[in-house]
Every structure is written in C-alpha cells, then in structure tokens.
C-alpha cells in the first residue's frame, strides 16, 4: 500500500489549518449558544380572550350546578293529564286512554284511588305519583263534610245531588295578582308572570281569547282561566287612534310590526282616513284573524 499518497491527503497549508480551526471555533460557539440562549417566543397577553375564558368558566359552573340540582315537581290535578305528561310519570298509553275516554263523559276523578280504579295503574306507580296529585278545594270539602256528618251519626252515603258547591267567583283578569292566577292548577310562577307581562305589554286585556296568544298555556289552563276569569276593560285604558298615530307609536303596538306600521302610514296618505276595522284588513301583512281583538285596541 502506497502511504505517502495516503499522506498527501492529510498535508495542510497555513491558510486551510488557519480555516479548520477558525470552523472549530464556530462550531463551539454556536453549540454553547444552543444551550445557554432561551428560544421560546414570549407569550403574547389577549384580555379579550382571557375575559371570555373567565366567562367561560362561570358559565361550565353554572351548568354543573343546575345539573346537580334536582328538578322542581309541582303537584298537579290528575284530572287534566296530557298524553306527554301522562307518559313522562310512567304511564302506558292504554291507561292514558282510559282517563282521556272517562273525562269525555264529562266525568271526574276525586281521590287517587278513583284515579287507580280507572286508568288501571299498578299500586307501584300509584304510589310514586299520587303525592303529586291536587285536587280541587271543593272535593277536600266534600270528605270534610262527610266526616262531620258521620260525627253527627247521620248517614254517611248521600247523595252528590245534596251537595251544594260553593259559588265560584269570577275575577277581572286585568286586576288579577300573581297569587290569584297561581291558584288555578296548572299556572306556576313562570306562567303566572308570563301573563302579567303579556298584559303590561298589551296595556290590557280586552278578550279572553288572547290567552291562547300566551306561550306555554294548555286548553286545559286556557279553560280553567275562563272558567275563574273575565274581561272587564278599564275606563282609564287609552285606544290607539289609528288615523294620527305615528310610524313609531303604531310599530310599538304589539299586533304590529314595523313593517305592517309602515304600510299602514303609506295607506293613510295615499287613501285618507281609516273608517273601520275593515279597511284595515285591505293592508298587505295585516292579521285578519285577530282583527276582532285589535280592533278594541283602536279608535277610528
């Protein structure tokens, strides 16, 4: 083997050793910076982002919370159970039926167990659902009755023919308080509010047929609020005079709309003054089907 050619390739001048040792110095220099020097960018602050966090983190709270709390039961009159409730309490759509079928005979239950006797439910279920049950005041009258009959040592099987109902009241549902409506079965605190809001908003009520306009109200309750409440409209209530109200005093009321205001304007000065309830129905976007009550909300 020829080593002197070898050892030509290992043969350096000044100049190139000069350049492998200055390369080696480099070398050494950037490998200390590497690990001395912190190359992490610095976080950058966003307020905005660290406020909706924050925000965030309450509202996860909140929803823990309300999945922790245990939902409110309100008792209710067994008598006007949906086919939705009745299913949501455990019962079958046989026994459902049954009790739809005996109220369309105009017939009532009055104690849970006629409910059992009825609906065929098993003595299980009964017992979860009848604490829930609220009858009305006239059948807690009634066993009360009984029983001061029976002290007396009268008979204690009489006729229903003999029992005298106390005579309902009828309220003004413009005067009506938070705690007269509650008192209904099926109307809670939120309904309740609801409809005395709905009235704040209308100014008043002037027909009982604007309860269906109330969310949330089932033909039962509808029923119950027209059973235990009238309209008696107020002297002091203002009408909207329809012929010199303003763009804006017409969008604010509540069977209007912007949109429906702003024809109603257009058809005034294009057609004169609006006679009657009847002209007004001509107007594209009007709601002719609640035409009989908004026009008690008009002057013409």
């Excluded at 109220?103 to 003595?123: C, G, H, L, M, P």
């Excluded at 009241?169 to 609801?194: F, M």
């Excluded at 294009?270 to 001509?282: A, H, P």
């Amino acid at each position: 083997m020829n080593f002197r050619a070898i050892k030509l390739h290992f043969k350096f001048t000044q100049e190139q050793r000069t350049g492998v040792f200055v390369l080696f110095v480099v070398i050494i220099v950037l490998q200390l910076v590497y690990f001395f020097t912190d190359f992490t960018l610095p976080e950058k602050s966003f307020p905005e982002k660290e406020a909706w966090m924050s925000l965030q983190s309450e509202i996860d709270a909140m929803k823990l919370t309300k999945a922790a709390e245990k939902p409110k039961v309100y008792a209710f009159n067994p008598n006007f159970i949906t086919d939705y409730k009745g299913y949501k309490l455990g019962m079958s759509v046989q026994q459902i039926d049954r009790l739809l079928a005996f109220r369309k005979e105009n017939k009532y239950v009055a104690s849970a167990k006629e409910f059992q006797e009825v609906t065929k439910i098993s003595d299980s279920l009964l017992n979860v659902i009848a604490p829930l049950f609220k009858f009305p005041d006239w059948v807690q009258n009634k066993s009360n009755f009984k029983t001061e009959r029976k002290e007396f040592g009268q008979k204690e099987n009489f006729k229903k023919d003999n029992f005298k109902k106390e005579k309902m009241v009828v309220l003004d549902i413009n005067q009506a308080t938070q705690e007269d409506l509650i008192k209904l079965y099926g109307i809670g605190e939120a309904l309740s509010l609801r409809i005395l809001k709905q009235k704040e908003i209308l100014g008043c009520f002037v027909s009982m047929e604007q309860m269906k306009d109330v969310w949330g109200l089932s033909p039962e309750v509808i029923n119950e609020l027209n059973s235990h409440f009238k309209v008696v409209i107020p002297s002091s209530f203002k009408k909207i005079a329809i012929n010199e109200a303003s763009l804006k005093e017409l969008s604010q009321f509540s069977y209007f709309r912007y949109e429906l205001a702003k024809q109603i304007v257009t058809y005034r000065s294009m057609n004169g003054n609006i006679n009657n309830i009847e002209d007004l129905s001509k107007i594209k976007g009007f709601p002719v089907d609640k035409a009989k009550i908004i026009s008690l909300y008009l002057e013409f």
